[in-house]
Every structure is written in C-alpha cells, then in structure tokens.
Nanobody, 123 residues
Framework: QVQLVESGGGLVQAGDSLRLSCAASGRTFSPYDMGWFRQAPGKEREFVAAIRGGGTTSYADFVKGRFTISRDNAKNSAYLQMNSLKPEDTAVYYC?????????????????WGQGTQVTVSS
C-alpha cells in the first residue's frame, strides 16, 4: 500500500509564495507519475500539475508560469512551488500517484491520494 503525506499549506497574501511537499512511502517512488490536484469548496477536484517518472511535466493553463512541479526520487518526494498566488488559488491541494501508465491529467487516472493540505490566499 502506498501512503502520501502532503505538507506546506497555509494562509498567505496575494502575490506570496508557498512550497508544497508530498512524501511517499510504501513502494519504489521513481518510475511512477505524480500529480497535484486541488479542490475548492463547492467545486470538483481539478488537475494542477503532473510530473512523469521520466521527469516530463504538465500544467493546467491557470498555473503556467506561476507553479513548478518537481520530484526528488532519492527522498521519495514531490514538490509544488507556487509563486504569485491569487485568491482563486485557495483550495485543498492533494498529491496523487499510481502504479500504472497511461493518461495522467485527470483525477480518475490516479489510485493513491494524500489527505490534502489547505492553501488559503487572502486578497
């Protein structure tokens, strides 16, 4: 079984930065895709960014140029650097992974999830 634990969320002002971390345990980390998703109150969970086992990255249009996803396979961890935060970035942020390949831009593509970390951006 895979366990994911997110950390790094908090309350910040618009324009500030945060760095989210996702620590994985339970299996070998490196070959597998990692994704970050978010869910705001009353909204569906949405894709934010993903990094494939080989290092290829993908981003939602609304975070391009502001967020950067990365991974450190030696530490079994993934990260989401969030700059120029906006109030509309307020949400619970989740990291996710899986043990198979294929499409990776939708929440349904992932099988393991963390508990989430709250990010609140005030105006």
């Amino acid at each position: 079984q895979v366990q994911l634990v997110e950390s790094g969320g908090g309350l910040v002002q618009a324009g500030d930065s945060l760095r989210l971390s996702c620590a994985a345990s339970g299996r070998t980390f490196s070959p597998y895709d990692m994704g970050w998703f978010r869910q705001a109150p009353g909204k569906e969970r949405e894709f934010v960014a993903a990094i494939r086992g080989g290092g290829t990255t993908s981003y939602a249009d609304f975070v391009k140029g502001r967020f950067t996803i990365s991974r450190d396979n030696a530490k079994n961890s993934a990260y989401l650097q969030m700059n120029s935060l906006k109030p509309e970035d307020t949400a619970v942020y989740y990291c996710a992974t899986r043990s198979f390949t294929g499409p990776y831009l939708d929440a349904s593509d992932y099988q393991y999830w963390g508990q989430g970390t709250q990010v609140t951006v005030s105006s």
